[in-house]
């Protein structure tokens, strides 16, 4: 099936600093979403995105929908302890929605 | 709270048991799906309805998994005799429509012993 390549798999930051992580696929989506998942929770949605070349923030996070369409990309600005969880992309493809393996977060503090 | 809702949030059983779990969707949603989450991967998904009916149900594991949405609303996902394998975190989410935004809820973790 159609999957979402995320990158890098797990991080290690120091608190302050600034993340950057990404999603590839080999085909076209229409839509990008990122979310947030902390353990033993389900993921929550941190930014939805509708348009090739799209920015969008919410606080301290920003995405952006590449221009190909086949990759978007997620930024975290002066990291805090609380950024800690699994990140994952996720578009439509045929009737659902296909997730990536997800990026692991830890911020020292 | 008018978010997705899973029960029971935790499952633990013996091989060869049914299970069921329950979702109650947001309630404007019209899209309902389930979710399976293993270790270290992204949630895969299993089944999803329009209202009530079932438009994707190819992807469930094994015929021993099946999912109902009788009256639109509530969704049940049922597992029979289980196995070890089937270990995991079963997520439920909703959404209004099919390119949307998913909401997801706490999910429903299964051991089985």
């Known amino acids: 099936g159609q999957q979402l390549n995320q990158s890098p798999q797990s991080m290690f930051i120091q608190e302050g600093e600034d993340v ?3 999603c590839t696929s080999s085909s076209i989506f229409n839509t990008w ?3 947030k998942q902390d353990p033993g929770e389900g993921p929550v949605l941190l930014i939805a995105l509708y348009k090739a070349g799209e920015l969008t923030s919410n606080g301290r996070l920003t995405a952006q929908f590449g221009i190909t369409r086949k990759d978007s990309f997620l930024n975290i600005s002066a990291s805090i302890p609380s950024d800690v969880g699994i990140y994952f ?3 439509p493809f045929n009737n ?5 393996a997800g990026t692991r977060l830890t911020v020292k503090p | 709270d008018t978010g997705v809702s899973q ?12 299970v069921t779990f329950r979702c109650d969707p947001i309630s404007e949603h019209n899209r309902l799906y389930w979710y399976r989450q293993t270790l270290g991967q992204g949630p895969e998904f299993l089944t999803y309805f329009q209202n009530e009916a079932q438009l994707e149900k190819s992807r469930l594991l094994s015929d021993r998994f099946s999912a109902e949405r009788p009256k639109g609303s509530f969704s049940t996902l049922e597992i029979q005799r289980t196995e070890q394998g089937d270990s995991a975190m079963y997520l439920c989410a909703s959404s209004n429509y099919v390119s949307g935004e998913l909401f997801f809820g706490e999910g429903s973790r299964l051991t089985v012993l």
């Open chain 1, 89 to 91: 992309c996720a578009g």
């Open chain 2, 7 to 18: 029960d029971p949030r935790h499952k633990i059983t013996k091989r060869g048991q049914n």
């Open chain 1, 33 to 35: 979403l990122w979310y």
């Open chain 1, 96 to 100: 659902d929605m296909r997730f990536g």
């Open chain 1, 20 to 22: 950057s992580m990404n």
